[in-house]
DNA sequence: GCCCAGGGTGTTT
DNA sequence: AAACACCATGGG
């Protein structure tokens, strides 16, 4: 069904999954609800018979296609298709989506699931991911204590924007994207690779094309004389190929 | 001890 | 506009 779990959930578009003798159990949010699934490798029918996972892992779409077209690109995207041909893009929460990428700043991707956990035991209600009115009411120093760092009043400042209607979600999906990064990076916090991510995982806008420490390094050496519009229009997706093979596969070094 | 991690901000050239 | 220090924190 070219969905591969351990694939899709370690590749850093998520931060809420986690696995146990071959069990995966995952974390989500929808309309501040959350969701909790538990599903194997061997049977993805939990997936595909819910209405919400099978719309999660993106079932809609048929990404073999897209891999061919991919693969017919250059030989470096080839190999980062075949690498991990299971990815799929998550259409996640979009506040999850956006607070988690705040996260993620200089940071990494273990110690991000760390401090999210830390975030929702904290604040969250029976787990659950946060509101943007909890985390903009909690102090600095109780941020603190879920080891974000420098990044507290990040989050603050984000949740205030999403509060007071300076972020809105609703009205982002109807916009061009050069308007979704512009608004998104309004906030003191929010910078051009995490609006990326937020649009990508968040809003599931595939032509957008984050930029971490990875990826430079992949334009670097395999592709220096261009950018995301080389990928098309489905750039984001390609970057989630590249992105996974080079942090987890050892060839660039 | 140093350098790095799915970066961003503020300051200095 | 490009280079740089600085930002907390844990792991290598």
């Not at 991000?112 to 009411?137: H, Q, R, Y």
């Not at 924007?161 to 990076?185: H, Q, S, W, Y």
Request: some cysteine; charged content about 20%; hydrophobic content about 40%.
């Amino acid at each position: 069904m070219e969905l591969d779990l351990k694939q899709t959930l370690t590749s850093g578009q998520c931060f809420r999954a986690s696995e146990q003798n071959g069990v995966w159990t995952v974390f989500a949010t929808s309309k501040q609800n959350l969701h909790v699934l538990t599903v194997t490798q061997n049977d993805l029918s939990p997936i595909l018979n819910d209405e919400f996972w099978f719309n999660y892992f993106d079932m809609g779409f048929s990404y073999s296609k897209l891999k061919q077209q991919f693969s017919s690109y250059d030989e470096t995207l080839k190999k980062a298709c075949a690498y991990a041909p299971g990815i799929r893009i998550l259409n996640q929460d979009p506040w999850e989506a956006l607070c988690s990428f705040v996260v993620s700043q200089n940071n990494n991707i273990k110690r991000i699931s760390t401090i999210i956990k830390k975030m929702c035991s904290a604040f969250g209600v029976s787990n659950a991911f946060p509101s943007a009115k909890v985390l903009s009411e909690a102090s600095v120093e109780q941020l603190n204590q879920c080891g974000l760092g420098f990044r507290s009043q990040y989050i603050k400042n984000t949740a205030q924007a999403v509060l007071d209607g300076t972020i809105d979600f609703e009205k982002l999906k109807n916009k061009p994207i050069d308007e979704c990064r512009k608004n998104l990076m309004l906030i003191k916090g929010i910078g051009p690779k995490v609006a990326d991510c937020a649009l990508l995982f968040g809003l599931h806008r595939l032509d957008c094309f984050p930029m971490d420490v990875w990826m430079k390094k992949v334009m670097n050496k395999y592709y220096p004389n261009k950018d995301s519009s080389y990928f098309g229009q489905y750039a984001g997706i390609a970057q989630q190929y590249l992105f996974h093979w080079a942090r987890t596969s050892g060839d660039l070094l």
